[in-house]
């Protein structure tokens, strides 16, 4: 039954999007594509605006888990080790922000006395590292990485850079997928900073524009080339499965990804859950 | 003081117990162990920058809550205003609505959305077939991956007075149109399109724990002649409980902050008498309005950040008295 509630509509969408736009008006779609076609697909891949705003998603997708991954596995390897003096005050200082958080505001102040302000900065770096990743990554490093085989590393002469580099690093690669898949969805998916902290539209991930176009329900003329009336009529017509078109497009990339790292997603979800 | 009673104790576990000693030796045996270990801070620089940069400086930062504060003269540069802008929030004429809304729609999402992930596991757990449950999982955690201006979107499109795909199948039926965003109906859709998109997700947690129940039990109660509910119910669910409570505690804690951008999206005009809640209102005070009131807006959201914390104690508080477990 629920699989089913999940299925219909995704669905749906996908249908429509290769549907006509009076068969989607008029309500013919049901489950097939009515009047099958991929003018949608094309006006999305002719528009300027909509491939710049896809490249920069995925841009701000790939810095931002790239990024993200490094500081979260910077911090969690030495906080995972025992013997790092003062651990608990370091972890805590961690976790304070996560149990009382700013808020928007003195957020907000913060990146603009930064000059940070219409950066791409802006996107990637305030929500770079999550603390609940963090936390998970930890866990990771504490159980499959052996104290023994650091101590033994150490006597062998490694020092704690190489030990890092050369004994965790090699063994963590499954967290390190589950960071960066995590990482890059978070960003894929993410619309509010951009909305926040950018006003130059070349700057735009998908998700903005995708807000633009289906919360608000309207489009950018420039989005779609012609000016004329005859062609805003067919604009009209193309504007309906337009949304449902940059709906599967928006969807797409996460969907790919997540077969690939599917098996380390669940087991890192499942650390997680062990805390 | 928390950091400081904490290093206090991080002092004591660090002196090895079976040496008191005067405290000469102690010291220089800590400062080795700092030497020793200075290149595991080396590695801690780039995370300890970000958290300084990015999560502390606006923690300094929300000090405007109790200042006049003016773009020109800066964080440091306004002048002290003390209590006058959490005052002015107390006493407001929203102060009431935000709070009821977001605490109605809070309590409604947490109490909907709890079992819901529990039954799931549970259904997926009993299912015989490896395969088919594995598909089931896989199809149902996909909405996790949607973003929510999609969910919104979908919502918006699908669920439309003029020409969604819901109010086709409602009139098909015979039943008058609605508006799923309008006042009566808001609640709803915000609730069940959240349980559309993370069902699946919260489910794994549930289907991990279900997973670590000893299949021994539940052989010696199928010999024993328990019904399938039974064992459910005598077996597995006291085996989750601890997943259960720490869930609950969780979702209890971050109840007055989740949801914003959701929310942000969802209003519309015609929906605000029960869409305006601590963080839109907060939002809107400060970036909305034609007057940018910051340190309004910033006394907003601090009111809701202790109000948080207080929640998140109080809950594990109560987990701890009444079912023995907690979270820290």
């Known amino acids: ?275 | 003081m928390a950091l400081e009673q904490l290093s206090a104790v991080q002092r004591a576990d660090t002196a090895p117990p079976d040496k008191p000693g005067p405290p000469g030796p102690r010291k220089r045996r800590r400062g080795r162990r700092f030497r020793r270990s200075w290149q595991l801070y080396v590695l801690l620089i780039p995370p300890a920058i970000y958290a300084i940069l990015f999560l502390y400086a606006p923690l300094y930062g929300l000090q405007i809550a109790f200042k006049n504060f003016s773009v020109a003269q800066g964080i440091n540069g306004s002048p002290w205003a003390g209590l006058t802008y959490v005052r002015q929030f107390l006493n407001s004429y929203e102060f009431w609505t935000v709070v009821k809304n977001t605490l109605w729609l809070n309590a409604y999402q947490l109490i909907a959305l709890f079992p819901l992930p529990i039954i799931l596991a549970i259904m997926l757990n009993t299912v015989r077939s490896r395969r088919y449950s594995r598909g089931v999982q896989m199809i149902t955690y996909a909405p996790h991956f949607i973003s929510t201006v999609v969910v919104v979107g979908l919502v918006v499109m699908l669920a439309s007075p003029d020409g969604g795909i819901i109010n086709q199948a409602i009139s098909a039926f015979g039943g008058n149109k609605q508006d799923f965003l309008s006042e009566t109906w808001f609640r709803h859709t915000y609730v069940w399109s959240g349980a559309w998109q993370t069902l699946g997700f919260s489910a794994i947690i549930y289907l991990a724990a279900l997973a670590g129940v000893d299949p021994q039990l539940h052989e010696a109660a199928t010999v024993d002649g328990a019904s399938m509910v039974k064992r459910i119910w005598h077996i597995d669910l006291p085996g989750i409980r601890p997943v259960m409570i720490t869930i609950m505690i969780l979702n209890m804690g971050s109840m007055l902050t989740v949801g914003f951008e959701k929310v942000l999206l969802l209003q519309n005009p015609l929906n605000l008498s029960v869409s305006e809640v601590i963080d839109t209102y907060s939002y809107r005070v400060a970036f909305v309005s034609s007057l940018p009131q910051y340190s309004y807006a910033a006394a907003i959201a601090l009111f809701q950040s202790v109000m948080g914390l207080v929640l998140l104690v109080l809950a594990n508080f109560l987990a701890r008295r009444v079912a023995k477990e907690s979270l820290f």
């Open chain 1, 1 to 275: 039954m629920f699989t089913l509630a999940v299925l219909y509509p995704l669905t749906y969408v996908v249908s429509s999007s290769f549907s006509s736009g009076s068969a989607i008006r008029s309500g013919s779609v049901k489950l097939f594509p009515v009047g099958a076609n991929a003018d949608a697909y094309r006006t999305v891949w002719h528009s300027h605006e909509l491939v710049t705003s896809f490249l920069n998603s995925v841009f701000y997708a790939v810095a931002g888990a790239v990024i993200g991954t490094a500081l979260t596995v910077l911090a969690a390897y030495p906080l995972s080790r025992s013997d790092l003096p003062l651990r608990r005050t370091l972890t805590f200082f961690f976790l304070i922000p996560t149990l009382f958080s700013a808020g928007i505001i003195p957020t907000y102040l913060i990146i603009r006395d930064l000059g940070l302000l219409d950066t791409r900065w802006a996107i990637i770096l305030p929500g770079a590292m999550t603390i609940f990743n963090l936390v998970v990554t930890r866990a990771y490093y504490q159980i499959s990485v052996p104290k023994e085989l650091l101590e033994a590393a150490k006597i062998d002469g490694a020092n704690d850079f190489r030990s890092f580099f050369l004994i965790a690093l090699p063994l963590s690669k499954p967290i390190i997928a589950v960071n960066l898949l995590f990482y890059a969805v978070a960003q894929w998916n993410s619309w509010f900073p951009a909305f926040l902290y950018l006003s130059n539209e070349h700057l735009y991930p998908l998700q903005l524009v995708l807000r633009q176009t289906l919360v608000q329900s309207s489009i950018n003329p420039s989005q779609i080339q012609g000016g004329d009336v005859a062609e805003l009529l067919r604009n009209r017509e193309l504007f309906d499965k337009l949304k449902y078109a940059l709906i599967v497009v928006s969807m797409l990339p996460p969907l790919i990804a997540y077969p690939f790292v599917q098996k380390h997603f669940i087991k890192g979800a499942l650390i997680g859950s062990l805390k």
